[in-house]
């Protein structure tokens, strides 16, 4: 099983992106969220967390090996618990997913089945089922540090999660927790470890 490429971005499109890697090229499957990443970096070394899935028929012996890509392992972690809620799959998902995960992450723990819905291919009922089955299973990604690059994005969700978790132990709700990581990350401040983000929340809190 392929989890990951690394090469050279050939091109990109509206739901593909072109990986050269020596004299072999691969065509990985993307959502729009990561398409919008990668713009402007034609040409340049990249790596893809991936995914494999075989997609056609398999009574009509018609199964076509596909490979769908991702920057972070987090995002690929998401797309997977997505693509699990009944009457959704790889396709729908991909169609779906235009916002970046923590957005859709936020929709589904809230349980937002109307901001869910005004996603392409997403229905009330769809919205309903990806509610009930994932509601639980949000807030790690709700939490997700929007950055340009992948490895500093990857680094500050394990302290960012840690830190909720930590939070949380401390008698702070979800939703609370939540909103002091997001009050404390609105300062620009990228700390090093829980000890030192929480001594920002509090110090924020104190002010």
Avoid: W
């Avoid at 509206?14 to 040409?43: H, M, N, S, T």
């Avoid at 997700?144 to 702070?172: C, K, N, Q, R, Y």
């Avoid at 300062?187 to 829980?194: A, E, I, L, T």
């Amino acid at each position: 099983m392929i989890t990951k490429l690394t090469g050279e971005l050939v091109s990109t499109d509206r739901e593909r992106a072109a990986v050269a890697i020596g004299a072999l090229e691969y065509e990985v499957l993307i959502p729009d969220f990561v398409r919008r990443q990668l713009e402007g970096k034609v040409g340049q070394s990249i790596s893809l967390h991936t995914i494999e899935y075989l997609e056609g028929n398999p009574t009509q012996g018609r199964l076509i090996p596909r490979i769908v890509g991702f920057l972070t392992t987090v995002e690929r972690e998401f797309f997977e618990q997505f693509c699990s809620v009944d009457g959704v799959g790889v396709r729908k998902a991909l169609r779906a997913m235009v916002r970046p995960v923590r957005d859709v992450a936020v929709l589904i723990e809230e349980q937002d089945t109307k901001g869910l819905s005004t996603l392409p291919g997403v229905g009330a009922a769809t919205a309903e089922r990806i509610v009930a089955k994932l509601r639980r299973k949000m807030s790690r990604f709700a939490l997700l540090v929007a950055s340009d690059t992948p490895s500093e994005s990857s680094a500050d969700s394990d302290v960012i999660a840690e830190t909720f978790a930590a939070l949380t132990m401390l008698g702070h709700t979800e939703v609370d927790a939540r909103h002091l990581i997001d009050r404390a990350l609105e300062q620009k401040k990228k700390p090093k470890d829980v000890e030192s983000f929480l001594q920002l929340i509090y110090a924020q809190s104190r002010g």
